[in-house]
């Protein structure tokens, strides 16, 4: 079956990990392990490359760009200016284009574009191994736009959705681990965001922030990669209250394989998923949460995040690689799906999502 994934950070790796995406996930393991390499935690128990995409079936994933910028002294990595954050996402474009040249992967930008690449995904007459995975370019924090004049920059260059925080302080919005909102420019920034027709990521936004938000953003939203608060207490997970205001909104939440955002008490770096049953049924709790306080199918999907910094060793435990997610179906027919709620969080909720975003944008 088809999947979207709505959230992974692959021009990160490219860029900044030295991940040649072109190789198999056991290749790009196997180079790492050889170097003996130890500058990243997760080296040589990555998990995404673009054959395992291919493999999976995975043909469409929302991709993203990411650089922080961050003061001296901050607890977080991160550039010590907007321009040389604003470089580092361009770095990432150019990898992405380059991937477009090759022929491996595509952007889609607008709905024809979009139901023409999903009419190529699901005929099965042409081998996976000859499309190119798609890509829809998304912002994780926004502190790289130098100004808002930037936002209409990349905007030229296909990105179309933007998620203002993300860890820490931001220019634009405080994220995980804060209390504060949006900032001045943050409101602005999502004004702007309206007039154009992009995408608002509800993601990372402290409490504060996501009551802004959605007050000032009118068009589409959706929280690429989030659990539930209920679940896995913490500021970084939607609350029950938030996930149905979303859900008022038509909005889609993405489940994320973060093993700390999966089970209770996990520490970020620390411990180990096979000590606290960090399996890929997790995930479908969290789900089927959502699905149970909705009342449907309608707003859960993949926003899985794998190799966004973590690999293996943060994963679920019976997870390989990212192809495995074609075993959600067993787990999802097991816990009393349907054929028609599998379809939903395998794609079609995010399509449909993402159809309406476009509607008048062709």
């Not at 900044?16 to 392990?33: A, F, K, P």
């Not at 154009?196 to 589409?220: N, Q, R, V, Y």
């Not at 909005?251 to 973060?258: E, K, M, S």
Request: charged share 25%; aromatic share 8%; hydrophobic share 40%.
């Amino acid at each position: 079956m088809l999947i979207i994934d709505a959230h992974l950070d692959m021009a990160m790796n490219a860029v900044e990990w030295n991940r040649d995406y072109t190789c198999s996930v056991q290749e790009l393991r196997e180079r790492e392990i050889e170097k003996n390499l130890t500058d990243k935690r997760d080296r040589g128990k990555g998990t995404v490359s673009l054959p395992d995409l291919r493999r999976g079936n995975v043909g469409l994933v929302v991709a993203t760009q990411l650089a922080r910028v961050t003061q001296r002294g901050s607890a977080f990595d991160g550039w010590y200016s907007p321009a040389q954050a604003w470089a580092m996402t361009q770095a990432q474009v150019a990898w992405y284009q380059a991937m477009v040249d090759l022929g491996e992967m595509t952007q889609i930008s607008n709905a024809i574009e979009l139901n023409e690449h999903i009419a190529l995904w699901e005929n099965t007459a042409i081998s996976n191994d000859k499309k190119p995975v798609g890509f829809i370019l998304s912002l994780e924090g926004a502190d790289s736009l130098i100004d808002l004049s930037y936002l209409e920059k990349a905007y030229r260059y296909g990105l179309r959705a933007i998620g203002p925080a993300w860890y820490g302080s931001g220019r634009y919005a405080s994220g995980t681990g804060t209390t504060d909102g949006l900032t001045p420019a943050g409101k602005d920034l999502l004004r702007e965001m309206d007039g154009l027709g992009m995408i608002l990521d509800a993601t990372h936004l402290t409490d504060k922030g996501f009551d802004e938000a959605l007050a000032i953003f009118k068009g589409t939203i959706w929280a690429s990669h989030h659990n539930c608060r209920t679940l896995v207490p913490h500021q970084r997970q939607l609350s029950d209250e938030q996930i149905l205001r979303l859900a008022e909104r038509g909005a889609v939440i993405g489940g994320a394989l973060d093993a700390w955002m999966l089970a209770p008490g996990f520490l970020q770096r620390q411990s180990d998923p096979k000590e606290f049953g960090v399996t890929m049924s997790k995930l479908v709790d969290h789900w089927d949460h959502i699905c149970q306080l909705t009342g449907n199918s309608l707003h859960v999907a993949f926003g899985t995040d794998l190799d966004g910094m973590f690999g293996r060793e943060q994963s679920p435990y019976d997870l390989d690689t990212i192809s495995d997610l074609q075993l959600y179906q067993n787990l999802l027919h097991e816990r009393g799906y349907s054929e028609e709620d599998i379809e939903n969080i395998f794609h079609k909720n995010w399509l449909r999502c993402l159809q309406g975003a476009w509607q008048n944008n062709r």
